[in-house]
């Protein structure tokens, strides 16, 4: 199992259109997928680890879409176009710097256990159980 440094679920298909412009969503994920693929972060020797990405349906905002959730911090971007994307991935993804003024919400992801997202990304990267 390859190590993973981060998820980015990205609301882009919206098929009732609630929360964004299809085509803009389109837009924002075809930027997505060529910024991952351009700097390379989805080399599986990365030492940081893949950087992961899936187009979602609905991530039940409904609003100030597109929304681009990212995992393991929980931080749910609002209004992400194609424009955003690129500093995203520069500062948030690469530079370990969220930017805070497009911050929707965050919500750290914690399993039922109670353990901290770090531990368990720690021990999904290291095949602990």
């Known amino acids: 199992m390859q190590r993973v440094s981060h998820h980015l679920l990205l609301c882009a298909t919206a098929t009732k259109a609630k929360c964004c412009d299809s085509a803009l969503g389109a837009q924002t994920w075809n930027e997505l997928k060529s910024v ?9 020797e990365r030492p940081e680890g893949i950087v992961l990405r899936s187009k979602a349906d609905c991530l039940r905002v409904c609003e ?14 609002a209004n992400v176009s194609p424009d955003r994307i690129k500093r995203i991935i520069d500062e948030h993804i690469i530079g370990q ?9 965050r919500t750290p992801f914690e399993v039922n256990t109670g353990v901290p997202s770090e531990k368990i990304t720690s021990q999904i990267n290291s095949g602990e159980d």
């Open 64 to 77: 100030r879409g597109p929304i681009l959730l990212v995992w393991p911090e929980g931080i749910w971007y």
């Open 97 to 105: 710097q969220p930017i805070e003024e497009w911050i929707l919400k």
């Open 36 to 44: 991952v693929r351009e700097l390379n972060l989805e080399n599986p």
